[in-house]
């Protein structure tokens, strides 16, 4: 079975700096896709970044990119520049048929 | 990007009542819906899968009687919490996509609590 690991459960960084999550999961098929959503105090579940595991080019959005090793099995995220706004719980999933898997979730805090 | 709402926000309710949680797809047709279940800290549960016309299919675990689902068109899904006890005071969100396999967009949740 499909599994996502997010081994921080918090992480801390000063604003405008730079700060990644780390994400392994495990799975036995090629093809796949990779998530990380931001859920703020709203609650509101916001896809911050896509990944579909056949392309080898690191996916990027704006302040937000990924670090796709697929040989490891690893899905980190990182944020440049880091705003007061980006505080919030960062999840990683993984789907390769229509199930989401999550992983656990790790709290982000943004140090003004 | 495409819009998922829900309906209340949030709802008290006693003990013994039923309460209907409603998701609408807004500007996109979603031939499936999700609901899911997230306790405090903690991530999603997936509670089940509904398509358009169909049944729901239920996660292990989780009590089809109790937990009532409806996909009868394809902008809306209802989930009917049956004789609501304090255990299932949780929060609920729904998502829906155009097809099976294609990206799931969320509704902003709604908190349940029964007293």
């Known amino acids: 079975a499909q599994t996502v690991t997010q081994s921080q459960p918090e992480m801390s960084v000063q604003e405008a700096e730079t700060v990644t999550l780390s994400c392994t999961y495990d799975t036995s098929e090629s093809d796949y896709y990779l998530f990380w959503y931001k859920q703020p105090p709203s609650r509101q579940m916001i896809l911050v970044i896509r990944q579909e595991a056949y392309k080898q080019q690191n996916a990027t959005e704006n302040r937000f990119s990924v670090n796709f090793q697929k040989a490891a099995k690893s899905f980190s995220l990182k944020i440049s520049d880091s705003q007061l706004g980006d505080a919030a719980m960062y999840f990683c999933?993984?789907?390769?048929?229509?199930?989401?898997?999550w992983g656990a979730g790790t709290k982000l805090i943004i140090k003004p | 990007g495409a819009v998922v709402s829900q309906h209340p926000s949030w709802v008290i309710c006693k003990s013994g009542t039923s309460v209907k949680i409603e998701c609408r797809s807004l500007d996109f047709q979603a031939t499936t819906m999700f609901w899911y279940r997230q306790f405090p800290k903690q991530s999603l549960m997936l509670m089940a899968t509904s398509n358009e016309g169909s049944k729901a299919t239920y996660e292990q675990g989780v009590e089809k009687d109790k937990f009532l689902i409806n996909h009868a068109s394809l902008t809306l899904s209802t989930l009917t919490v049956t004789s609501a006890h304090p255990e299932d005071s949780s929060f609920y969100i729904c998502?829906?996509?155009?097809?099976?396999?294609?990206?799931?967009?969320f509704g902003p949740g709604t908190r349940l609590t029964v007293l």
């Open positions: 998502s829906a996509s155009e097809a099976l396999y294609r990206e799931q967009f």
């Open positions: 999933a993984y789907q390769s048929n229509y199930q989401l898997i």
